[in-house]
């Protein structure tokens, strides 16, 4: 008898997915993909990335921290900051000191292919094209129009990601694609994404047999918020009452899934402003404000549709089963106008630009030519039992949605309270492939370790938790200023105010995971070990002094 195939790889990423914005996580819009994938698989409860896209990204393909890996701070907010400037680990990209999964395993004999959002390097040599994909269709940037309407592109000083050129954005293979000639005439972000994957796969499947990494990033469903009418029109009045009784419907099914626990003190809705508050909002804006959400969740069901015709494609082939898969979102939901602030043209802020360019009217919202997103209150109620959600260093920011799916580790039907980290995806998939970690020379570079641990162990029923010694575990968070440690079950925070203290705030997550009883008075010596614990991680991290505010975030 020969020996059993190496399995196949596909990693699906979300973009600002919220944690119960899927029905496995207690969400009213409709998923069967997903619910088939946890259903066959696990749903891993207690995963964590980082507070933002791009940072998580790297920690992804690095398997090390993002202040480690190029992204100690996100590329936008870099462009014109000193501080940053020549610090290695803010480069603004995935750096060369460490080894790109993907590179990692095309040397190792896999079909390596991923079609989506990069959001880790604007230029060819660190394209997707440079770190190991051998075909990609890739958007390059952190943000964009789901229909590839975006006229102030082509008017100097308006652009988004100004001073880009319109033709930056994308790419296939080694090649830039100008979008207005080279992008498909019915363009729509998750469909045509999906497309090219399975165009890639399909060609795959008749020039060999080597196994397969696909990476497929979705850009939605962040902001704008854009979809078919026909699917908007499916959730039409189901969000008429307003974000509270969402969140409260929400947890009720996280509490049934046995998600949360049934005694969970949840986090109230987070506002950064009282004018996002669903009573202070006139009858127009609570209509506009539900149309957004329904648009929303119109992006979901489309991504599970997609996701649906990838099982369908392995189904097809007979690789499903021998295809591990990992569904997860890069950051919690978002509440802020984040990655566009800092990236406008001259020609003002956000809001004259989609003044001049889009129609925002009721009727108009979802449309190609309409630009909306829909607000704090919308964001905190999708990550309760969290507090705070996008570029929050609470659990709100950086606890997320993850399922796996790999039938020959023997797990079904399940579920893990566990402490994971998007770290780990690079261990574990090396593991199942039977390819060692990278040493400290790699593609003749030197490279940093890999700081995640291999899941393998646990989900194959070996182990009781993720990493060995779980509260003596130690992970670190930054962005922004906003910093946390974490060492089992205690997590020691810092945010400035309105949003924080101004000081150290300390909760036990296994009693409190929404962080709403602040132990910092009453455990003093927890707190004070935690914040030791912090200043190793900085040093090793070599991180920039967060000691800074966080940009402007209100549009």
Request: net charge negative.
């Amino acid at each position: 008898m020969g020996s059993a195939p190496r399995p196949n790889f596909l990693i699906i990423v979300a973009d600002d997915l919220g944690y119960s914005d899927t029905k496995p996580f207690g969400s009213e819009i409709e998923t069967p993909a997903l619910d088939f994938l946890a259903r066959t698989g696990t749903c891993l409860t207690n995963f964590h990335t980082a507070s933002a896209c791009s940072p998580t990204r790297s920690m992804l393909f690095s398997g090390t921290d993002n202040h480690i890996a190029g992204l100690g701070q996100m590329a936008e907010y870099m462009r014109n900051a000193k501080q940053y400037q020549g610090k290695p680990g803010y480069e603004g990209y995935l750096n060369w000191r460490v080894a790109a999964l993907s590179e990692v395993l095309q040397d190792a004999g896999y079909f390596t292919t991923m079609s989506g959002k990069w959001h880790l390097g604007l230029k060819k040599e660190i394209a997707p094209c440079s770190r190991g994909f051998e075909k990609n269709f890739s958007y390059l940037a952190g943000c964009g129009n789901h229909f590839n309407y975006e006229p102030q592109l082509e008017h100097p000083g308006d652009g988004f990601l100004a001073p880009l050129k319109s033709s930056a954005f994308w790419m296939e293979g080694d090649r830039f694609l100008d979008r207005t000639t080279d992008i498909p005439s019915d363009f729509y972000s998750t469909t045509t994404f999906t497309d090219q994957l399975l165009q890639y796969l399909t060609s795959r499947e008749k020039d060999d047999d080597r196994p397969f990494f696909a990476y497929l990033p979705f850009t939605a469903p962040h902001w704008p918020l854009q979809a078919p009418r026909e699917l908007i029109n499916k959730y039409k009045d189901l969000y008429n009452e307003g974000p509270e009784v969402l969140r409260q419907k929400r947890l009720e099914r996280l509490i049934q899934l046995g998600r949360v626990p049934k005694d969970v003190n949840a986090a109230p809705i987070t506002l950064e402003s009282d004018d996002w508050a669903w009573d202070k909002l006139s009858d127009e804006e609570r209509a506009g404000s539900a149309r957004k959400m329904e648009v929303f969740a119109a992006m979901v069901d489309l991504i599970d549709q997609n996701i649906q015709r990838v099982i369908d494609h392995l189904q097809s082939t007979d690789e499903l089963d021998n295809t591990f898969i990992l569904f997860m979102s890069d950051n919690g939901a978002e509440g802020a106008m984040l990655e566009a602030l800092p990236v406008m043209g001259p020609s003002g802020n956000m809001k004259t630009i989609i003044d001049k360019y889009y129609d925002n009217s009721l009727e108009n919202i979802g449309n190609p030519d309409s630009f909306v997103w829909h607000g704090p209150a919308w964001a905190s109620a999708a990550m309760a039992p969290s507090r705070g959600f996008k570029t929050w260093i609470t659990e709100g920011g950086i606890r997320c949605p993850c399922v796996v799916r790999y039938p020959p580790l023997g797990v079904s039907n399940g579920q893990t309270d566990s402490f994971a980290t998007v770290m780990d995806v690079f261990p574990t998939v090396l593991e199942l492939a039977g390819v060692s970690l990278p040493g400290e020379q790699f593609r003749g570079r030197e490279v940093v370790p890999v700081r995640g641990s291999s899941w393998v162990p646990h989900l194959a029923g070996r182990t009781a938790e993720f990493h060995e010694d779980e509260e003596g575990y130690i992970t670190g968070w930054e962005l922004f200023g906003r910093r946390a440690i974490r060492q089992g079950s205690w997590k020691a925070l810092y945010m400035t105010a309105p949003l924080g203290k101004d000081r150290w705030e300390l909760y036990n997550l296994d009693e409190d995971p929404g962080e709403v009883v602040d132990r910092a008075d009453s455990e003093p010596e927890i707190l004070q070990r935690l914040i030791e614990h912090w200043e190793v991680y900085y040093a090793e991290t070599g991180m920039v002094d967060p000691a800074q505010e966080l940009p402007h975030t209100k549009t």
